[in-house]
Nanobody, 123 residues
């Protein structure tokens, strides 16, 4: 499975961005999602979706502002980010894998497949 992110940019606080993650290969019954990382900090989960089932999971810090969706026909994952804050500044990574259970959704170590990342800067 290969993942390629796009859509990162610089934006003012309060603005919006939409990230995309194009996947090659199948994660049937698996999970795809977005993580983010800033220098010196651990990678953290942002939003994850169960491929096919559609269940979504969000970090408390983004609930109500970010929305994760999938287009199965295009094998593409999206992250709509609204009301952006400076603390949302990070490198955003797309991840995918079949997890042993949904309770692992926020654990970076549960995912084998990662994109190269796309930078989001909010000022």
């Amino acid at each position: 499975v290969q993942l390629v992110e796009s859509g990162g940019s610089s934006v003012q606080a309060g603005g919006s961005l939409r990230l995309s993650c194009s996947a090659s290969g199948d994660i049937v019954g698996g999970f795809m999602g977005w993580f983010r990382q800033t220098p010196g900090k651990e990678r953290e989960a942002v939003a994850v979706i169960h491929v096919g089932g559609g269940a979504t999971y969000y970090a408390d810090s983004v609930k109500g502002r970010f929305t994760v969706t999938q287009d199965n026909a295009k094998k593409t994952l999206y992250l709509q980010m609204n009301s952006l804050k400076p603390e949302d500044t990070a490198m955003y990574y797309c991840a995918a894998d079949r997890l042993l259970g949904s309770w692992f959704w926020a654990s970076p170590s549960a995912y084998r497949y990662w994109g190269q990342g796309t930078q989001v800067t909010v000022s």
